[in-house]
């Protein structure tokens, strides 16, 4: 039976539990209006790569990221456990950066539109493409399968990265940031690139080099040989129409 790593729990509690004291916080009024948000290319918004993923505007916005962060969490730290540190933090200041890096246009109308942007959807992103990339690339087979099941879950993800006005004419603008969607599933494609070759490797058995050999086996293979020669008979070369007389030939041996 398989050990969880303990941090495999421990991470995701404890970012969970950052999530709600924060959230509980913001409705006791200590981060109002943009404090703490991402505000594009502005100076006081460069708090937010800090603590915009642990702000969220509504309980049904905290609701909707507390599951996916804790299952991409647990996911992270239990089958990258050497790495999973380094990309959690570095994921989330590296995303937060790019994030405040985009220029808030509307793809719409053109103009500038500086959003508060919170939340740990950006978060979400990162783990999720990070999780799925790494086990590609590394074609470990352990690793591709959790990358299988991270696409099977969250693979709807990816309509995220655009702004909503591409797929239906809205009222008004979306409060969903597509910005820190794309930032998010950037910087974790990234850091699967940069991380392929750190933390667990494929494992190639010695049976797999071609130069194998060994004696018990092949003393097996010949022992096999010398007892079952009928194995490796060559059977008649036949005509399609001669295929039915050969059948009934057998038939007729078995009985």
């Not at 509690?13 to 924060?22: C, E, K, V």
């Amino acid at each position: 039976m398989k050990n969880f790593h303990l941090k495999s729990f421990l991470v995701p509690l404890l970012m969970l539990a950052l999530m709600w004291f924060f959230f509980l916080l913001q409705n006791l009024g200590f981060f109002p209006g943009c404090y703490g948000a991402i505000v594009p290319l502005l100076p006081e918004g460069l708090r937010g790569v800090i603590f915009a993923p642990l702000l969220h505007g509504s309980l049904d916005h905290i609701l909707g990221n507390s599951m996916p962060i804790a299952i991409l969490l647990f996911l992270l730290f239990e089958f990258y456990p050497k790495i999973a540190f380094k990309i959690f933090l570095i994921g989330w200041i590296a995303s937060g950066l790019l994030v405040w890096m985009l220029p808030p246009i509307d793809m719409i109308t053109g103009k500038w539109n500086y959003n508060c942007i919170i939340g740990a959807s950006g978060l979400v992103y990162m783990l999720a493409f990070f999780i799925f990339f790494s086990g590609v690339i590394r074609w470990n087979m352990k690793l591709l399968t959790v990358s299988l099941i991270v696409a099977l879950y969250y693979g709807s993800l990816i309509w995220g990265i655009f702004p909503e006005e591409f797929f239906a004419p809205l009222q008004e603008p979306s409060k969903i940031s597509w910005q820190s969607h794309l930032a998010g599933s950037i910087t974790g494609l990234i850091l699967a690139v940069v991380f392929r070759k750190y933390g667990e490797k494929k494992i190639k058995y010695i049976w797999e080099y071609p130069e194998y050999y060994n004696e018990r086996d092949d003393k097996l293979w010949q022992d096999y040989i010398l007892h079952h020669p009928e194995d490796f008979e060559e059977l008649p070369q036949m005509k399609p129409h001669n295929i039915w007389e050969y059948l009934d030939e057998i038939r007729k041996n078995e009985k």
